[in-house]
């Protein structure tokens, strides 16, 4: 089966890695300068990664290994923003089915991480403003968060480590700070909504 790599508009850093990856498809779109975009997808079949970057300095590192129908999807609308975003399997008999990893990040100087290592998992990230950190790890199954920070120097962090848990995070402000961790239990639901700034919210189930 033939892979489908499109790269737009390169200035100088995009590159794309696809090896028995059947049925594969990459998109890199760069609009301005001096962005740097990776794609790697190795030991796959049916996934997609499509990267889009509008602004300067922006860098994207997406990365599916033994994965099946997963994708990954980033914007980037701004100077100074990071994401990487990680699909594989922890299992040496088995890999990672049907993840899906959305990022959107408008503003400068953001910065997200992803991770997901089992299957049918869903993580979407969508930061505006500036000096924004997010980290999401789900190590389960059927897992899914959302994370939302519009404003200045919020910083996220979520774990997922069993079954069916479900994670909703919302800050509208500056300095805020959360942590949801949500172990080896099945079907947890965490919901976080922080309006102001300078708050601080821990979950732990």
Not at 10 to 18: E, F, K, Y
Not at 103 to 120: A, H, K, L, P
């Amino acid at each position: 089966m033939k892979n489908y790599t499109s790269i737009l508009v390169i200035p100088l850093m995009a590159s794309c890695v696809q090896a028995q990856a059947d049925s594969s498809a990459a998109i890199i779109e760069q609009l301005s300068n001096n962005n740097n975009a990776q794609i790697t997808q190795m030991i796959s079949m049916n996934d997609s990664s499509t990267l889009k970057q509008v602004g300067d300095f922006n860098s994207i590192i997406s990365e599916q290994r033994e994965s099946l129908q997963g994708a990954i999807m980033i914007t980037q609308v701004g100077d100074n923003n990071f994401v990487s975003a990680v699909q594989f399997s922890m299992s040496a008999n088995n890999v990672a089915n049907s993840n899906v990893a959305i990022g959107s990040q408008q503003g400068d100087g953001n910065m997200f991480f992803i991770s997901q290592t089992d299957s049918f998992n869903s993580a979407t990230i969508n930061q505006q403003v500036e000096m924004n950190q997010a980290t999401t790890i789900h190590a389960g199954m059927f897992n899914s968060s959302v994370t939302n920070q519009i404003g200045t120097s919020n910083i996220g962090t979520t774990i997922q480590s069993g079954v069916s848990h479900l994670a909703s995070v919302s800050q509208t402000g500056d300095i805020n700070m959360y942590t949801v961790s949500q172990g080896l239990q099945v079907r947890q639901t965490a919901v976080i909504n922080q309006l102001g700034s300078n708050q601080s919210a821990i979950i732990l189930q």
